[in-house]
Each structure stands twice: as C-alpha cells, then as structure tokens.
C-alpha cells in the first residue's frame, strides 16, 4: 500500500484523501490549524464540483447546510436598489445544480466523508522535504522526521509545500491588484434573506449576507496596488478601517461590528501560475498549485476536481506515479488555463476604480435580467468544459475516457 501526505484540510485535500482511499492507498493529512477552520466566507457551487460532491454522496448534507440565493441586489448608500438579477438565471445554465454555502461547511462535509482509518495530524505543518529514489522524507514541525511514498500540497493560495519544492511564492503568484477581507457577527439587525447585498463606490465594494443561525456574513473587495497585508489581526482591522474610511451605506454599522470580530479573514486576490505541478514524487493540487482566485467563483469546485482527478490517475496508473501526475496535468492545463484568464477579464467587475466604471458595471448586471444575456455574457465562464472520467477505484483502473 502506497502512503500519501496530504498537506492542508481544506476543500482540495480531504477530497484528495477520500479517493485516495478508495484506491488503495494510506493518505495521513496534516493540517496548519488546531482544528478545522469556522466561518469564512460563502462560495458559490456547481459544475463539476458539484458533480463529485454527489458522487461522494454528500448532496443531501450540502442542500441542508446551503442557501438558495433568489437575487444578487446592488443597493446605493441609502440600501436602495441600483442594479442586480435574481438568480434563477445560475438555474438556468447549471440545470438547478448551484448552491451557495459557507466554504467551511463544505470543508467539514468532505472532511466528515473521509474513511476514520485516515490519519490526520493538526497543529503541525511540513517543514522540510527531501525527495530520496524510493520515498519523500518529510520532517513536521511537532512531529519530527517521517517518510511516505508520495507529498502532496493541498495547502492553499500560500503554500508551504509549493515554496519548499517548487520555490518563492513570488515566482508564482500573479496579484490581481485587488484586496479581500470576510468576517461574520452575530445578531446584526438587518437580514434580507437570501440576497447577496453588494454596495461599491470607486475601488472599494462592501457584500453582505445573511446566514442561518442569525449570523451575517461581511465580505469587502478594494483596489490595493501594493500587495502588502498586515499581519495581525488588529492591524488588519484598522487597515480595513482606513481603506473604508468615509464609506457609506452600512459602513458605520458594520465598523462597530467590525470591532467586536475576533477571526477576520485577510488576504490579497491573487491567481498562481506554475508551468509544472509537479516534481519526482511530489505534486500539488487546488489553490495551492493553480489558484484562480475568489473572481472566478469556482476556486472549490476546481480544488475538488484536481483532487479527484489525480487520485483517480494514481489509482490508473497503479503506483506509476510520474504517469500518474503527467496525466493528472495533461487533463487539466488547458481547462485551469481558460478559468483564469475568465477571472482574469472578470476582476475588475467587483470593484470597479471609476465612477464610470461603476455606472458601466452596473449597466452589464442590469442587462443580466434580459433573456439570453447572461447565457451570452457569461455562459462559457459557467459551464464546465471537460469530462470527468469515471475512474474504476479498485488500484487497477484500465477503463474509461
Ligand atoms: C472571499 C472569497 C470568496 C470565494 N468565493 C468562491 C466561490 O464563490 N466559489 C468557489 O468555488 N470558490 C470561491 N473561493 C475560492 C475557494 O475558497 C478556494 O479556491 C478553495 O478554498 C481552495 O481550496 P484548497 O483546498 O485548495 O485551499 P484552502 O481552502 O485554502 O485550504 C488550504 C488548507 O491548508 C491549510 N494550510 C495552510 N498552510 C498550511 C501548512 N503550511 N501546513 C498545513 N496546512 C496548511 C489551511 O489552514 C487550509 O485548511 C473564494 C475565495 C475567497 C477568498
């Protein structure tokens, strides 16, 4: 039985850990955090994504815990209506198969999906790797020197496998001149129920929505040049403070809620580019090998894809790994390619920098209500251009596209 150490508890690395089971092999997944990650943010989910959810059989779980979102509103500073589209038109072009949850609902579903037998190790990370001819020697900051036959990073946007096997983040990371923060609160008095609530002036865009259990979600997206971020959490609230200063809308009402957070999420919206995601026996997956950024919409979906497909080429390949991982890049390179360059054109829809472009911005999302347009606008962005092979996960799998 080969072993496998799966870096990060995420979106991609549970998925990969479920598969990888079910072909044969022993994953163990080490994860940064102390427990698995709360809150966050809502993601929006279908496509592809959606259909390994169902094949993990976790449907059921993801509609209970999701939200039917009936319409994206954009409100000006007095929460009046601009622009916006209900979004039975996301229905029309997935066939009903779009939900929006909180990503770390849909993190503790698939971590729940995985078998108990699976190793998890939290609160200790990789901090060096040496590749050997026969296995990957790994060291973890708690829990010493240790070898498996494969690594791979599912760690993130910011990956620690990527930077000690592949080099600087730097080398990789292309930053959208963008800007994100989330946090959630408790018992915030307005609600409008599934409605995604935007409010944006010149470079700065402030989303609420509601969640179940009376809390509501705050997500902010600014211009921000420079792609420097505070390291603390206090540092990164008065930097979110100074970039909404004057702002209006809700904004002095969500500042004082912004006071009572104590988990804020803080990050730049960047896209990773690498020619290879993989070297000898290690490789890497979702965020951390291709990242497409928060633009795209799909980043979780494309984690989960990444991750079924490679476990699905390893279990093909029966323990031929380098055929594995040529074949797991050769399937997926141009399908991730046309996802970023879709954010890519996309980014500046957030958050436009002008008035002029805010009033152009608000002009395409009036015209998503016309019949046809969003299918013409942004139809080729949702639909998912690649098969899933159907791959046989008994470790000798000969079968199929
Ligand atoms: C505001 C926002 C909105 C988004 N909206 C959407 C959306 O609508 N739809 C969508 O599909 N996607 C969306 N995304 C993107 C999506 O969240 C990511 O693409 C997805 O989470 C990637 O999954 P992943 O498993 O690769 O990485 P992650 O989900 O980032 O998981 C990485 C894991 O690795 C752990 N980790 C980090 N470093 C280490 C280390 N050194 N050692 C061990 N563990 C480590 C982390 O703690 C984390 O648990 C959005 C992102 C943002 C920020």
């Given at each position: 039985m080969k072993t496998v150490l799966i870096s990060g508890a995420g979106i991609a690395g549970p998925t990969l850990a479920y598969w990888l089971e079910r072909a044969g092999y022993a994953p163990t997944l080490v994860e940064r955090a102390p427990a698995l990650r709360r809150g966050g943010y809502v993601i929006d989910f279908w496509g592809l994504g959606y259909d390994i959810a169902e094949r993990m059989g976790l449907l059921p779980a993801i509609d209970r815990a999701g939200y039917h979102v009936r319409e994206l509103r954009i409100v000006d500073d007095?929460?009046?209506?601009v622009a916006g589209f209900g979004t039975r038109v996301f229905d029309e072009l997935t066939g009903s198969r779009f939900i929006t949850l909180v990503r770390s609902d849909l993190s503790r579903l698939l971590y729940e999906a995985m078998s108990d037998s699976t190793e998890v190790i939290f609160d200790d990370e990789i901090v060096a790797l040496e590749e050997q001819t026969e296995h990957v020697e790994v060291h973890l900051r708690r829990g010493g020197a240790r070898c498996f036959d494969l690594v791979v990073g599912a760690?993130?946007?910011?990956s620690q496998v990527r930077r000690l096997a592949f080099g600087p983040q730097s080398a990789f990371e292309r930053h959208l001149g963008y800007g994100v923060a989330a946090f959630e609160v408790h018992g915030y008095d307005r609600r409008d129920e599934n409605t995604y609530l935007m409010h944006t002036e010149p470079g700065r865009m402030i989303g609420r929505f509601a969640l179940h259990g009376g809390r509501t979600l705050f997500v902010f997206i600014f211009a921000d040049d420079a792609g420097r971020w505070p390291a603390t959490l206090a540092d990164q609230k008065s930097r979110l403070r100074d970039i909404y200063r004057g702002a209006r809308w809700e904004w002095p009402q969500i500042a004082d809620a912004l006071d009572c957070c104590d988990d804020l999420y803080f990050d730049r919206v960047s896209q990773i580019k690498m020619d290879?995601?993989?070297k000898g026996r290690i490789a890497l997956i979702g965020d951390a090998a291709?990242?497409?950024?928060?633009?795209?919409?799909?980043g979780s979906a494309l984690a989960m894809i990444s991750a079924y497909v490679l476990a699905g080429e390893l279990a093909r390949a029966a323990g031929r790994y380098r055929d594995a991982f040529n074949a797991y890049e050769a399937r997926l390179r141009s399908y991730i390619d046309a996802k970023q360059r879709g954010a890519e054109r996309f980014a500046?829809?957030?958050?436009?920098?002008t008035s002029y472009g805010l009033w152009f911005r608000n002009q395409v999302v009036r015209a998503f209500s016309w019949p046809g347009a969003a299918k013409l606008m942004v139809g080729r962005d949702i639909t998912d251009r690649l098969d899933l092979p159907d791959y046989r996960?008994?470790?000798?799998d000969t079968a199929s596209t």
């Open positions: 007095d929460g009046r209506r760690d993130g946007l910011h290879r995601w993989s291709f990242c497409v950024s928060l633009v795209a919409g799909q500046a829809a957030f958050a436009p920098r996960w008994d470790g000798c």
